[in-house]
DNA sequence: ATGGACATGTAATTTGTTACATGATTGC
DNA sequence: GCAATCATGTAACAAATTACATGTCCAT
């Protein structure tokens, strides 16, 4: 099969691996100072983690954060009648901190996975209205330009802080990653726009030559 | 809950949509002329889809097929004794393009998703040796400069053909999209290294002013 | 008193993966 | 003859979602 996809797995024992990424994720937000609750981290994943890496639904977390205590990466304890409400905290334990800093200094990292239903439409254009696909770029540009507003307060948020400088970086990288996505779909824009107008401004200038007509099975392209 | 995530699904009716979007990306590689069997859909997909939509494992790629066929969105058929090996090709049918074409004009575009294992590791970087964390930084750009040189692959065979330009659109974003995120982990690397190296160059000039100890509860950043 | 945010969870279902099993054909 | 690629599928499982159920606290 040509795409390496992930390592084998070796079939026996329990590494300090043997965990899916969304799990370290979980075990990562609580690796920050200070005790939380699974609602506050879904809406912290929600408001960071998922400019990077997605923010998993607020069942899954408590899964996960069920998980973790289980296998003692972290400890949980009800508020008592001094707190309002009743609700239960997670904290990192040492075990936890010295697996994630295990799995952190890993060595396969893995590939970004890309999903972007944009493009997918973008991609199948020949079947689509041309001003409706323009259109939903447009939205797509609107989107992330809201997106950039609020990565950037995050970033504000994350400021100034103490020991936070490895999200303020992944958030700086985030905000130039939406930029960069918003100059990808003015590219995009221009692309399709050419498709309509074939004026020689935008060095659409295939000449139609060597118009081969697709034949069976194009071999992929 | 903060993040607007999908529509709730209407909950009766089969409407044109109620298909996972990978169904629809593997009627969409059908879409285009000629006909192929899945193992040729899934080198295709490896081959394109991937760089900017993602590549389905094989045996989903027959399940999805199976799917197709039993809504009459595709057909297939075995090959005789005249071909070779015997290996079943699938086809779009009218009903098929009809649905993809209702599908791709549909409304709700859904934003992209992006999953990148290596801005998590970054994110945690507290808990990583800083070496040990900019030589992932490096091995991402050597793969990701690998991935480039695939898509411009893909995208050679793809120009000139006629009736490909979206496809070609698609790939050319992809492109793009990839030497972008090449600087972009150049400029992390300098992120990276500015927090060692505090000397004045990178514009690292917090003034460590206002440093708030990390409280309870750091109502995310 | 009512609606919204806080808070936690279960159950059913879907989506997608890996491992396995099988066999034909092609090129060396 | 042997390995690689072509080709198709099943079964077991893992990951993740949505829908549902329940209840509290706070502001208007």
């Known amino acids: 099969m040509a795409a390496p996809r992930s390592a084998p797995r070796s079939t ?25 609750t699974g609602y506050e981290l879904k809406k912290w994943a929600d408001a960071s983690l998922r400019f990077f890496y997605w923010s998993p639904a607020i069942s899954q977390i408590y899964a996960e954060l069920r998980r973790l205590e289980g296998l003692g990466y972290a400890t949980s304890r009800r508020s008592g009648p001094e707190e309002p409400r009743t609700k239960r905290t997670y904290a990192i334990t040492e075990a936890g901190r ?91 824009l221009d692309d399709l726009t050419g498709l309509c107008d074939p004026s020689g401004l935008t060095d659409n200038t295939a000449p139609t030559a060597s118009g081969q007509p697709p034949e069976d099975s194009p071999t992929h392209g």
Chains 1, 2 share one sequence.
Do not use: C
Request: net charge negative; hydrophobic share 45%.
């Open 98 to 188: 010295a697996a994630l800093a295990g799995w952190a200094g890993g060595a396969d990292v893995g590939p970004p996975v890309l999903k972007h239903p944009l493009l997918l439409r973008v991609w199948l254009g020949h079947l689509a209205d041309p001003d409706g696909l323009r259109e939903q770029v447009n939205e797509h540009i609107a989107r992330t330009r809201a997106e950039l507003a609020q990565v950037r307060e995050a970033l504000a948020r994350a400021e100034g802080l103490e020991s936070w400088s490895h999200p303020q970086i992944a958030l700086r990288w985030s905000v130039r990653r939406l930029e960069s996505e918003l100059s990808l779909a003015e590219a995009m």
């Open 12 to 36: 026996s024992s329990q590494q300090p691996d043997e965990l899916p990424p969304t799990a370290w994720a979980v075990l990562g937000l609580l690796s920050f100072p200070g005790e939380r």
